[in-house]
C-alpha cells in the first residue's frame, strides 16, 4: 500500500457566497480527525492554515499533549497527535510530502458539491496504482475547497451523499473524514 496523507484545508476556502476566506482552526478537527488518520494508518494530517496566531493555537494544543502529565493520562490521545503538521498551503504540504516519498503525491479532493467527480475509493485505489503515487486527501472547511484547489487537483472523489428525503447533506468536516478513512481504509486493504 502507497503511503496516504490527509490535509484538513483552511485556506483557501469558500464562504456561503463563494468568496474566497480563510476559516478558524477549531480544537474538535485537531483531535478527532488526527484520532480517524491514526485508525486507519494515514501517515500525516497536514493542517494548513496561513495565518501565525491559528498555527500558535495548533502547537499549543499539541505541546499540552506532549506534556507528561497529559501524555500520560492518554498516550493514544498523544500519539495520534503526533503526527500532524502545520502547513502554510496546501503546496507547502505538497513539497513536504514530496520530500518524504522522493515523487509529487496524487492530490485527490472531497466535496458535497462537485459537478462531475473522477470516481469511488475504488477508482482512486487504482489510479494511485498506475500512477505509482502516495496519495495526499485533501478535505475542504467552511463552505468547501476553491474551485481553483478542485479544478487542480489530480482527482475528484465521489462526494458523500445522505438518505436524507427533503436533501439535507451538509456533514462536519470530522464526519467526512471519518467515512472517508473508513471507506479508504476498506478498499485499499485489499491491496495489503
Same mark, same amino acid.
Given at each position: 500500500?502507497?503511503?496516504?496523507?490527509?490535509?484538513?484545508?483552511?485556506?483557501?476556502?469558500?464562504?456561503?457566497?463563494?468568496?474566497?476566506?480563510?476559516?478558524?482552526?477549531?480544537?474538535?478537527?485537531?483531535?478527532?480527525?488526527?484520532?480517524?488518520?491514526?485508525?486507519?494508518?494515514?501517515?500525516?494530517?497536514?493542517?494548513?492554515?496561513?495565518?501565525?496566531?491559528?498555527?500558535?493555537?495548533?502547537?499549543?494544543?499539541?505541546?499540552?499533549?506532549?506534556? #507528561?502529565?497529559?501524555? @500520560?493520562?492518554?498516550?493514544? =490521545?498523544?500519539?495520534? $497527535?503526533?503526527? %500532524?503538521?502545520?502547513?502554510?498551503?496546501?503546496?507547502?504540504?505538497?513539497?513536504?510530502?514530496?520530500?518524504?516519498?522522493?515523487?509529487?503525491?496524487?492530490?485527490?479532493?472531497?466535496?458535497?458539491?462537485?459537478?462531475?467527480?473522477?470516481?469511488?475509493?475504488?477508482?482512486?485505489?487504482?489510479?494511485?496504482?498506475?500512477?505509482?503515487?502516495?496519495?495526499?486527501?485533501?478535505?475542504?472547511?467552511?463552505?468547501?475547497?476553491? #474551485?481553483?484547489?478542485? @479544478?487542480?487537483?489530480?482527482? =475528484?472523489?465521489?462526494? $458523500?451523499?445522505? %438518505?436524507?428525503?427533503?436533501?439535507?447533506?451538509?456533514?462536519?468536516?470530522?464526519?467526512?473524514?471519518?467515512?472517508?478513512?473508513?471507506?479508504?481504509?476498506?478498499?485499499?486493504?485489499?491491496?495489503?
Amino acid at each position: 500500500m502507497k503511503n496516504l496523507y490527509l490535509g484538513l484545508v483552511h485556506h483557501p476556502i469558500k464562504n456561503k457566497r463563494g468568496a474566497e476566506v480563510t476559516t478558524s482552526v477549531t480544537n474538535l478537527d485537531i483531535h478527532d480527525i488526527a484520532r480517524s488518520c491514526r485508525t486507519f494508518g494515514f501517515n500525516h494530517y497536514f493542517i494548513v492554515t496561513p495565518i501565525k496566531k491559528q498555527q500558535e493555537l495548533i502547537a499549543t494544543i499539541l505541546n499540552h499533549w506532549e506534556e #507528561d502529565k497529559a501524555g @500520560e493520562y492518554n498516550p493514544d =490521545r498523544q500519539d495520534a $497527535l503526533s503526527f %500532524i503538521q502545520c502547513t502554510n498551503s496546501i503546496e507547502e504540504s505538497i513539497n513536504k510530502i514530496e520530500e518524504l516519498e522522493g515523487h509529487r503525491p496524487l492530490v485527490a479532493v472531497t466535496g458535497a458539491n462537485f459537478q462531475a467527480d473522477d470516481g469511488d475509493e475504488k477508482k482512486l485505489r487504482e489510479r494511485m496504482l498506475l500512477d505509482n503515487k502516495s496519495l495526499f486527501l485533501l478535505f475542504g472547511t467552511g463552505w468547501g475547497l476553491m #474551485d481553483s484547489v478542485v @479544478e487542480g487537483a489530480d482527482f =475528484r472523489l465521489t462526494p $458523500l451523499r445522505g %438518505i436524507a428525503k427533503d436533501g439535507y447533506n451538509h456533514l462536519s468536516v470530522r464526519s467526512a473524514v471519518a467515512i472517508y478513512c473508513d471507506r479508504i481504509g476498506r478498499v485499499f486493504k485489499e491491496t495489503l
